[in-house]
């Protein structure tokens, strides 16, 4: 998810931060007329010098399993019972518990100050990275570029967090752009941030003057709890509750997770919600296939911003659940 001791490069990233400096791209592999068109728009709208622009994008390689792989989005093809046994392991939980007991101070400290939950921090870093584990074996430049000029669907997006990536050199990355390593998608780090939620989000938490989301536990946590914060977490707000439809309860389906009814609303067309809470709090409703049959939930505006860091509300739901299970297991292995 986000004064540095190291540029970008020796030449290249330091002209890129000096605007009215330039540095010949490579003459090897002449740029596209994409990447050309997306280095001017640098230079017109951020002073980034766009031969110092097309030098990095020179070291950008394209990477055919990129494509592939956002073709294809687990979430897409696999039902709830399926996607849960992904993340609600038994290894996972008790990682969760373990890495929560480990860096509880720290933990607790971050959360508290950005007023979220800390086991849902832990439960991101779980999701994300098994706690640090899997980060990402993809060049973040190499994802970016591929993902900006070779897949239109979502060139747009791509091409912004790219011109987000070259923007950071100014004081936001702990590595050389060419060193950073993430997912298919160019998420960085134990969070996996973006580059535009690195700029907004990410913090250098431990003081040390950089921010590092692979190395510095500070920074990991506290940059997770500030993106939640950012988003509108509600201290101590419900995420989700199961409801059992009523006979001849009116069919909903909301376009996404934002919880734009009164629940006495859902109530009044028969979803009756297992906990009470206040009529008035805002709510939606959400269908899954679980092992038994079509499970409703009622969800609020905590479940929504899970799905700000990851738009599947499937992904929301397992970060649910885990952070459930973590908190229920610290707590009950005493302080």
Not at 107 to 121: G, H, L
Not at 229 to 246: K, S, Y
Request: glycine residues 8%; negative net charge; proline residues 7%.
């Amino acid at each position: 998810m986000p004064v540095f001791s190291r540029v970008l490069s020796a030449v290249a990233g330091l002209l890129l931060a000096v605007p009215g400096i330039s540095v010949a791209a490579s003459e090897a592999t002449p740029p596209s007329a994409a990447e050309r068109a997306f280095a001017d728009e640098q230079a017109r709208d951020y002073g980034l010098d766009a031969d110092a622009v097309l030098a990095v994008l020179a070291k950008a390689e394209y990477q055919q399993s990129i494509i592939d792989a956002i073709s294809r989005p687990a979430e897409a093809v696999k039902p709830w019972k399926d996607y849960r046994t992904i993340f609600l392991t038994p290894q996972r939980r008790d990682g969760g518990i373990a890495f929560y007991r480990d860096n509880r101070e720290l933990i607790e400290k971050a959360a508290a100050e950005f007023q979220v939950a800390p086991s849902i921090v832990v439960a991101i870093i779980g999701v994300e990275t098994s706690y640090g584990k899997i980060t990402g074996k993809y060049r973040v430049l190499d994802a970016l570029s591929t993902l900006a000029f070779h897949y239109p669907p979502r060139e747009k997006f791509f091409r912004g967090e790219l011109s987000q990536l070259l923007r950071l050199n100014d004081g936001h990355l702990a590595y050389p752009i060419e060193e950073l390593r993430g997912s298919y998608a160019g998420a960085m780090g134990w969070g996996q941030f973006m580059p535009s939620s690195i700029a907004k989000f990410a913090r250098d938490y431990d003081g040390d003057g950089r921010i590092d989301l692979w190395n510095s536990l500070p920074d990991i946590a506290a940059s997770i709890a500030c993106y939640f914060e950012g988003h509108g977490w509600e201290q101590n707000g419900p995420i989700a509750v199961r409801a059992q439809p009523a006979d001849g309860a009116r069919e909903i389906t909301p376009a996404n997770s934002e919880p734009v009814y009164p629940l006495e609303q859902l109530i009044a067309w028969g979803y009756e919600p297992a906990e009470k809470l206040d009529p008035q709090r805002p709510a939606t409703l959400l269908k899954l296939d679980g092992e038994s049959g079509p499970e409703y939930w009622i969800t609020f505006q905590n479940f929504y911003v899970i799905t700000r860091y990851n738009r599947s509300p499937m992904y929301a739901m397992a970060v649910k659940q885990l952070s459930e299970q973590i908190a229920a297991g610290v707590e009950g292995a005493g302080p």
